[in-house]
């Protein structure tokens, strides 16, 4: 049992289970899901996982669902966008050259771009790129900064916020993101 977890990286349990480690632990909360998921080989297995910063809100009732919702789509098409800052190259998918008139709709290129433009209208329904809601959204919901990081590395224009305003500034945020994909949804 000790070979085993020492090659999985994490600590032995006393239950037969597989821990996060101390390294791990010292970088936020984490947490055993509720219930069973597959693993790769698809035997149930009940991971851990990071609590982020829009289910801690919305758990002390600071953000509603709808507005954790709204983020977790920003997200959600932020990744599709493929707007992180560093990204290794996936040598699992080879590249095929096909003819420019060839795409089809599911190939990533268009995708992508799409993505790319739910995101942008997404921001500039905050208020843009420069205002504060649209920096907090971006670092802190997009690149999946903490909130204490961008309030203090960042802010808003380069300004250092307090962890206080920054918190005010995400929820505004999301609050108009929630309006505009609410209204996004009608049209």
Known sequence: MRDRSLRLGGASRSDGGISPT???????IIERLERSIGDDAGRPARPYRAVDTLAIMERRGTITAAMRQAGEDF???????????LRAFDIS??????CAGSRSAEEPGLRIEKAREAVWRAILAVGGLNSAG???????????RSLKE???????SGRRVSQEAASGILIAALGAL??????????
């Open 93 to 98: 998918r080879p590249r095929i050259d096909r």
């Open 22 to 28: 101390p390294e791990r632990q010292n970088h936020g």
């Open 150 to 156: 961008w309030a203090l590395e960042r802010g808003w």
């Open 178 to 187: 929630e309006a505009h994909f609410a209204g996004a949804r009608n049209c």
């Open 75 to 85: 997200r959600a098409r932020f990744a599709a966008a493929q707007l992180d800052p």
């Open 134 to 144: 649209g920096s907090c959204l971006w670092h802190v919901l997009g690149w999946e």
